[in-house]
């Protein structure tokens, strides 16, 4: 929401400081030292719980080989594992508060956590090597390589009666400094910087540097200043880049302004960049403070999830998604099996009916959270640092933006309860799209504070009403005989397969990734029980397809999205010039919506569905690929507002029937996820039991059979159960809900 909010927090509050130690380590937050008034620093921890808003003064053991640490300011305090590394910093030699004596540190603390809470205690490693010289305001970071498994913590620049630039390296396992050579232009020596790892890439923004690169410029009583210039280190290589020089000219706004002791964090792959001060006015005797938040998208976003069917009707798709953190919104596409129609002529000039990004395939550049046109965003190198456009190497998209880049309303269809059941199936990853490793800096507009609100979870409630509109749905053939042991394609973000089991027979259910709470899936079109008058089976005419033409295969775009959700009835046709692109290309612009045609969905018909993330980067990878069936008109829709409730020996279902077009509702049937051996050999094939057959649209589930039940941990724990509906056309969807345990 780029919102601000003052939470209400309680405990042993600590009190404000500055020039602290500060680690996250899950939901919870610890802070160690800093200055809480001038000349007197601090050497208290204290934890806060950030789930609870509590906070906890925490008192460690002290170390068997020496004082715990002194108070301090300045130091550097990293995390990894269940440990906390501290090292330097600046410390008062002087008792009185106000005759202030510094004195540089060099000390190096380790400081176990106990798990989820507390501590054990401070100690002193015994390390090799030569120790880095007394230093604060440096930086501290710890990676650890994919390939080689030995974490290394290094630490970078600071203040030493002079800034530092140098680089020092710790092997966490053996306790042993170096200095590692490194390549590149190493950045000007600086201190109340940040360093943050993305990946393989150390990030240096800002702090104080000297005055001028001439000169003495480590000279205690040189000129420094607050610089905006950006660096990284690739970590693998030793090798620094740099991105934003300090002498280059920012006329326009795009970048954040020079700035020393802010804050950065990172989120996935993008950095955020709050706050900080611009040196020294002497005509104002005061400090110049930012306020402006900032984040750095490093690369294109990763590829979300297959897309997973919520709910189908004779002609929409609601459909959804994994989230990709920190993206702007997601480009979905559509592949028809049936020839699509080409457009030629003018186009149309109907506007999209999805929430659309942008009309370049760029973020919308933004003053205020209110939208302004579309721009794409300009393309800046490092190769003429002396051209006020050519700023950053390859190809660093920079802009400014509000957090809000997708404009227009999403259409949201109330969708019929008639679904039939068809597949999805895996395919490589189709981008269409250059990669690149170009960051893209960007300004974020945020509300102002709001207090915080409660969020509750479902978990064991003894009363639990699900919605089917948040949940998942496949559909079947219902041209598609089932037999014993067939395998039925379909698709459910509930199900990583799944078997239908009934006495004796099995039916199989090949789907992918877990998403909602409840899901949509039919469990067959007939279950063999070894009664041939208890068959499940539908009959419908089949709906001819005529043949596809090499050029109909391509992909066309639906829209993009800003959420990871959407209603899909129609999809956009190109100029009938431009169809001879089979998909999107390198280089290639999302197009103008508002000037194409649209096609709407039809009954019966297999659609084949991808989407792709978007940042400040540009477009990322496409998911695998899912494919799904509108419904053929007739069947019953899924049982809705299903209830759990939990007494001692037994749990009680009961749901809302559904809209039935053809005749009457015949029976309902739910199921049982069990365990099982083919579980056990394929674990993303769940097996279903039915325990319920009956004209009533409510359920005992006996302790007998819940002992059988299969926990599926494809997201939360839960308990899997299936209800369908039959009319005189045969089976409709199922309504799936995961119990959470």
């Known amino acids: 929401t780029n919102q601000w909010f003052l939470p209400a927090v309680r405990g042993d509050i600590p009190p404000g400081c500055a020039a602290h130690g500060f680690v996250c380590d899950g939901t919870r937050i610890l802070v160690f030292g800093g200055m809480v008034e001038y000349g007197r620093y601090s050497n208290d921890l204290y934890e806060l719980q950030a789930s609870r808003w509590l906070w906890k003064k925490v008192k460690p053991q002290a170390p068997s080989n020496g004082s715990p640490p002194c108070p301090r300011l300045g130091h550097s305090f990293s995390l990894y594992g269940n440990k906390c590394y501290l090292f330097g910093g600046l410390a008062n030699e002087s008792e009185d508060s106000n005759n202030n004596v510094p004195r540089y540190l060099n000390d190096f603390y380790e400081l176990e956590l106990q798990h989820g809470s507390g501590v054990v205690g401070w ?16 930086t501290a970071i710890v990676y650890c390589r994919k390939d080689v498994g030995s974490p290394k913590m290094y630490i970078f620049g600071g203040m030493c009666g002079c800034r530092l630039n140098d680089l020092w390296e710790l092997d966490i396992e053996t306790m042993t400094w170096s200095r590692p050579e490194t390549k590149g232009t190493v950045p000007l020596p600086r201190s109340l910087h940040t360093a943050n790892v993305i990946g393989n890439k150390m990030y240096v923004f800002g702090g104080w540097v000297p005055q001028s690169t001439a000169g003495e410029i480590s000279a205690p009583d040189g000129e420094w200043k607050c610089t905006g210039s950006f660096s990284y280190l690739n970590l693998d290589t030793t090798e620094w880049i740099g991105l934003i020089s300090d002498c280059q000219e920012d006329k326009s706004n795009l970048l954040p302004g020079p700035r020393a002791g802010h804050c950065a964090v990172a989120v996935g ?73 080409t457009v030629a002529g003018i186009p149309g000039t109907g506007i999209p009916e999805t929430s659309v990004l942008s009309s370049q395939g ?114 079947v053939s219902s041209t598609q005989t089932m037999v014993t042991q ?35 899936v039919m469990p067959s079109t007939r279950v063999s ?55 999107k290309t390198e280089g290639a612009d999302v197009p103008d919506y508002r000037l194409l045609k649209k096609q709407d969905l039809f009954p019966g018909t297999v659609y084949r569905f991808r989407v792709a993330a978007i940042n400040g980067c540009g477009i990322g990878p496409f998911s695998k690929i899912s494919e799904f069936k509108t419904c053929i008109p007739g069947f019953p829709g899924a049982p809705s507002t299903v209830k759990i409730t939990k007494s001692v020996d037994c749990i009680h279902l009961s749901w809302e029937p559904p809209a039935s077009p053809s005749g009457n509702i015949l029976e309902y049937s739910a199921y049982l996820a069990i365990r099982s051996t083919q579980l056990q050999e394929n674990p993303s094939q769940l097996v279903f039991m039915r325990i319920y057959c009956g004209l009533k649209t409510s359920c005992i589930v006996t302790a007998a059979q819940l002992s059988n039940a299969h926990v599926d941990y494809t997201s939360r724990p839960a308990i899997v159960f299936r209800i369908s509906a039959k009319n005189e056309r045969g089976y409709g969807p199922a309504t799936q809900v995961r119990w959470l345990q």
């Open 486 to 520: 067939q395998a039925v394609k379909t698709e459910s973000s509930s199900t990583n397969g799944a078997v239908v089991k009934d006495e004796t027979s099995l039916t199989t259910f090949n789907s992918k990734s877990e998403a909602a709470e409840t899901a949509y």
């Open 529 to 583: 029980t070894g009664q041939t008058n208890d068959s499940h089976s539908s009959r419908a005419p089949q709906r001819p397809l005529a043949p596809v033409k090499a050029r109909d295969r391509r992909w066309y775009d639906v829209g993009i999205f800003k959420n990871n959700s959407a209603v899909v009835s129609q999809f956009y046709l190109l100029p009938e010039e431009t169809m001879n692109i089979n998909s």
């Open 362 to 475: 760029g973020c919308s550049l933004h003053q205020s959270p209110q939208s302004l046109p579309s721009v794409p965003y300009p393309e800046m190198k490092m190769d003429h640092p002396s051209q006020a456009n050519n700023l950053i190497p390859n190809n660093v998209q920079v802009a400014l933006s509000s957090s809000s880049k997708v404009e227009g309303k999403e259409k949201v269809a109330a969708p019929e309860n008639k679904v039939t059941q068809e597949t999805m199936k895996n395919h490589a990853d189709a981008t269409g799209f250059k990669e690149s490793n170009a960051p893209s800096i960007l300004p974020v507009c945020t509300s102002s504070a709001q207090t915080s609100a409660n969020v509750g979870e479902l978990h064991d409630l003894d009363k639990q009403s699900v919605n089917p509109d948040a949940s998942v749905s496949s559909t």
């Open 123 to 138: 100690s002193i490693p015994v390390t090799k090597g030569i120790l880095p010289s007394p230093r604060e305001s440096h």
């Open 269 to 341: 792959t993008r950095l955020y960049i709050w706050s900080g001060r611009d040196g020294y006015r002497k005509a104002w005797n005061n400090q110049v403070c930012c306020k402006d938040l900032w984040y750095l998208d490093t690369e294109r976003p990763q590829a979300p999830s297959q897309v997973q069917l919520i709910r189908a009707t004779t002609n929409s798709f609601q459909l959804k998604w994994d989230e990709v953190p920190t993206v702007e919104g997601y480009l979905l596409q559509l592949h028809a099996d049936s020839p699509v129609p």
